[in-house]
Every structure is written in structure tokens, then in C-alpha cells.
């Protein structure tokens, strides 16, 4: 059964790390969450370490800059592990080939910046997909557009055997008051198709393998069973950290705010989120209305 907290400081001192979601936890795409800031603070203070742990598809060192921008200041956090990192190294060790159809925005062209811990990079060029050996996707081209509107291209990209490197598994992002489709939503429909999505961010073990070794690079690595992992995304943060034995502390008002009636600022309805985690088959130790 899982627990509704008021706090989380109710249960920080049984862990020495908290594996962080910044989207729907720190943000909303728009601003920081003060309560949430605080929170982090807080758990520092105790000796906490927070690692960040987002499925943004951009190295860390943008990332940090655009949540510093956001009001997250350098006292709430240690160090970020990004899906993008994690996906990023995959590419540059060619597992979708060295001639990429890239898919994304303009603010995504980092995604192709050198990585220090790859020693020997593949060659990596953007092509037409006419041209491609695989795909690489930071999400679509059009984050308010339908991902059924990319269809006649992932069918010629399915015709031709090739791979989508999907860096961020998000389905969708809350932007303030907008919906945005990630980069999830396209890699799912490319496999509702018929073709093959590689994925590197939550809820699969890439990013989580990269958490922790930005974590052990603070110190020492504490057991799993210290690591408390937090977030609104329940296929993605939820299920990742059960699947890793994290214990996880769920964020209500996120993206499931409506499925459990959790009001802005308030808390979930005991009822309505027993009921969504039913549905979802996942059980969370805790939940939480937002990070505070």
C-alpha cells in the first residue's frame, strides 16, 4: 500500500541520495517550484546527495544552465545525469551508424556536441533520410503536433531497417499549461509500425547505470537500498526506480494530476490515486501531492 506524505523531509534521513525528476518535480517548464528548492536544500543540509535525474535529450552542462534560468539554484543539487548523456554515448559508439536522420529542434543540435568519456567517437553525420543508416530522435520536429503526422517518414525509415535512438522516453511534458509530445511519443509509434526504438533514458537501466556513477564520483556509492528515487512520471520514474529496487517517492500533482485528483498545491484523493495505481500495476512506497 502506498503511503501519502505531507513532507518530504517525513522520511528523508533514511536515505543518502535522492535520484531527482526535474520536470514535474523542480518545474514546470516555466518557473522552479519553491517548495521543491527548499525540499533539496534541506535534504542537503542533512547530508543528502541530490542527483538530478532528468530524460532531457542535452548534455548535463545545458541542462544545468537552463534550470538555473528556470530558478533551481546550485545549493539544490550535486550533479545531473541526462538521458541525453546516456543516449548520447550510445551514438558515438555507432549503434545506429555514423550517417544519423537526426529529428528535433534547434535547441536539440547539441545533442551532437563531442563527449569527453568516449575515446574514440564514431564519425557521426547528419544526413536526409534517403541517406540515413538510423535515426536519431530528440523528439519532434513539432512538440504540439501530432507524432501521426511523422508517419510517411518512419514508414520509409521502416522499410529501410532502421534503428531509432530515442533520447528522451517521455511521452509527454507539461509546459506551464501545454502539452508538449517527447521524443517517447514518436519512438512508440515508430514500434506500433513495426520498427526498432533503442532507449537510453528512464525507465530503462542506461540512465540509472549513469546516475550512479555520477553519484560514486561524489564519494562513496551508498547501497540501493539508500537511494530514493522521486517523480511524476509513473511509466517512466515510477517503473524505472521498482525496476532498479529503488524505494521512489511518487509526485501526484505532475502528470497525473487530473487521474488523481490532486489540486494545485494539495493532495492526492487516497481513492482516485489507489485506483490510477491499480490501473498502472505499480505500487510506489510513498506519494506526495508535489516535492516539498
Not at 548535463?60 to 545525469?81: E, F, M, N, S, Y
Not at 543540435?109 to 536519431?136: K, R
Amino acid at each position: 500500500m502506498t503511503e501519502i506524505i505531507a513532507r518530504f523531509e517525513e522520511i528523508s534521513e533514511r536515505y543518502a541520495a535522492a535520484f531527482v525528476d526535474l520536470w514535474g518535480c523542480m518545474h514546470n517548464g516555466v518557473e522552479a517550484y519553491p517548495e521543491a528548492v527548499a525540499a533539496m536544500r534541506g535534504f542537503r543540509r542533512q547530508g543528502g546527495k541530490v542527483v538530478l535525474l532528468t530524460n532531457a535529450p542535452r548534455p548535463r552542462a545545458h541542462v544545468a544552465k537552463q534550470i538555473a534560468a528556470l530558478g533551481i539554484p546550485d545549493d539544490a543539487w550535486d550533479t545531473i545525469a541526462t538521458s541525453g548523456d546516456s543516449a548520447r554515448a550510445a551514438m558515438f559508439e555507432g549503434v545506429v551508424g555514423t550517417k544519423v536522420w537526426f529529428m528535433g529542434e534547434e535547441k536539440d543540435e547539441t545533442f551532437f556536441e563531442p563527449m569527453e568519456v568516449i575515446t574514440d567517437p564514431a564519425p557521426i553525420t547528419t544526413v536526409p533520410l534517403e541517406e540515413a543508416e538510423g535515426i536519431v530522435c530528440c523528439g519532434p520536429f513539432d512538440p504540439f503536433a501530432e507524432p501521426a503526422t511523422l508517419r510517411p517518414q518512419l514508414l520509409l525509415a521502416k522499410t529501410k531497417g532502421l534503428k531509432l535512438l530515442c533520447a528522451n522516453p517521455d511521452i509527454v511534458v507539461d509546459r506551464g499549461d501545454q502539452r508538449e509530445y517527447c521524443a517517447g511519443a514518436v519512438a512508440q509509434l515508430y514500434e506500433d509500425m513495426g520498427g526498432t526504438s533503442l532507449y537510453f533514458g528512464k525507465p530503462h537501466p542506461p540512465i540509472y547505470d549513469l546516475a550512479r556513477r555520477r553519484l560514486a564520483a561524489l564519494g562513496d556509492l551508498p547501497s540501493d537500498g539508500r537511494i530514493i528515487a522521486i517523480g511524476d512520471g509513473i511509466a517512466t520514474d515510477i517503473a524505472g526506480a521498482l525496476g532498479e529496487d529503488l524505494d521512489c517517492l511518487y509526485i501526484t500533482g505532475g502528470l497525473a494530476a487530473e487521474e488523481t485528483e490532486t489540486p494545485a498545491g494539495g493532495q492526492p484523493d487516497p481513492g482516485a490515486l489507489n485506483a490510477f495505481l491499480q490501473t498502472a500495476m505499480l505500487t510506489p512506497p510513498y506519494a506526495v501531492g508535489f516535492l516539498r
